[in-house]
């Protein structure tokens, strides 16, 4: 089966653009994370949408948004970049439902590298 | 807002050596754990889990919690060179909202 995909993978923009990244989480997977992941602060978690909606919101600022369509494909989205959203941010899906130890799995990851 | 602690290492121990790994975490009510291992430029991935106080074992990896102390700890017996990697400990959060430690980077020494 196939696992979870994001692209693009790699990513240079310039300080002010924004940038839309996109997950697509494995075949019946409803949950979909979103996260940031840098040297100094760890894996940080941005939102996690169920079934289109926006289940949970981590401590990000405004400009980092998400959605999630019906097909369970997600996209965030991160206007007018700055340098400290050089990162790498990771998707991870997962059932969304059920047992406590239902697990997520990651994708690849999109190195994003703003200058 | 739920934490999860870890020391960032490096963790060095010689091959064959037992590796112990630790996290505490903030919230009480916390009921179950994730560890991920991640190698470097690769994704996290899901090495073991635990919801009951005390150990479970899975080959040569134990898993521990201890919710009175609110700690977690992974001990990985006769650890080798592929078991360098940085690992991740996880509030499972119930699923919805998995809060990761900033993780510990495990170095095994030929």
């Known amino acids: 089966k196939a696992g979870v995909t994001q692209t693009p993978r790699y990513l240079i923009k310039t300080r002010g653009q924004q940038v839309t990244l996109s997950c697509s989480p494995i075949?019946?997977?409803?949950?979909v994370s979103w996260y940031q992941q840098t040297p100094g602060q760890g894996l940080q978690f941005l939102f996690e949408?169920?079934?289109?909606?926006?289940?949970n919101k981590g401590n990000f600022p405004g400009r980092f948004s998400g959605r999630q369509f019906s097909n369970s494909r997600s996209e965030m989205n991160v206007s007018t970049l700055e340098l400290g959203d050089s990162a790498l941010y990771l998707c991870a899906s997962s059932l969304g439902v059920g047992n406590l130890d239902t697990e997520a799995f990651f994708g690849q990851g999109t190195r994003l590298t703003v200058v | 807002q739920k934490e999860v602690e870890q020391n960032s290492g490096p963790l060095s121990v010689p091959e064959g050596a037992i590796a112990s790994l630790n996290c505490t975490y903030s919230d009480r009510g916390s009921q179950s754990f994730f560890w991920y291992r991640q190698y470097s430029g690769k994704s996290p991935e899901l090495i073991m889990f635990?919801?009951?106080?005390g150990d479970k074992e899975d080959g040569r990896f134990t898993a521990q919690l201890n919710k009175a102390s609110q700690y977690v700890s992974l001990l990985i017996r006769d650890s080798q060179p592929s078991d360098s990697a940085t690992y991740l400990c996880a509030d499972s959060g119930g699923y919805q909202k998995v809060t990761f430690g900033t993780g510990t980077k495990l170095q095994v020494i030929p």
């Open positions: 635990i919801y009951s106080n």
């Open positions: 949408y169920f079934s289109e909606t926006q289940r």
């Open positions: 075949s019946g997977h409803r949950s």
